[in-house]
């Protein structure tokens, strides 16, 4: 099977099947480490993620049960076995966050030279401020 890049690592699945009359009902946890690229200083680092996810599953004989739809899986009379790789996945992917940042406080790049800033100064000359502006850069100095 192909390597998936953004989960590199093993991914933990712990699962319980409780198996009713007329379906059964899937609860699974999941966790695993994904691997990013800092959206600010382009440096990569994994990071911790976890997951909850409930699957149902009906037969597909059970009355009114037509075709499948967001609340449950239809379960032909023939298959033998429950694929669930695909929800254990699509748990994974809805808590990746939207902004990857290696660390809360990260610097980022430096707009002038491109240097991390993580490092320490670049050593880029500072530009002069328009003194109209001047107060806000002050209100900006504050809130840090």
């Known amino acids: 099977k192909e390597k998936m890049t953004l989960f590199p690592h093993e991914i933990f699945v712990d699962v319980e099947i409780d198996k009713m009359a007329d379906h059964f009902d899937i609860k699974g946890h999941v966790s695993t480490q994904a691997h990013y690229v800092c959206d600010r200083c382009l440096e990569e680092f994994d990071q911790n993620l976890e997951s909850a996810f409930r699957v149902?599953?009906?037969?597909?004989?059970?009355?009114?049960?037509?075709?499948?739809?967001?609340?449950?899986?239809?379960?032909?009379?023939?298959?033998?076995?429950?694929?669930i790789a695909g929800d254990v996945v699509e748990s994974l992917l809805l808590e990746v966050p939207m902004k990857h940042v290696c660390k809360e406080n990260c610097l980022g790049l430096c707009p002038t030279c491109g240097a991390n800033l993580n490092l320490g100064p670049c050593g880029c000359k500072q530009e002069a401020i328009d003194p109209r502006w001047e107060k806000l850069r002050q209100l900006l100095i504050n809130d840090k």
């Open 56 to 83: 149902y599953i009906v037969h597909k004989l059970q009355e009114g049960v037509h075709e499948e739809n967001d609340e449950y899986r239809v379960l032909d009379e023939h298959e033998e076995s429950i694929e």
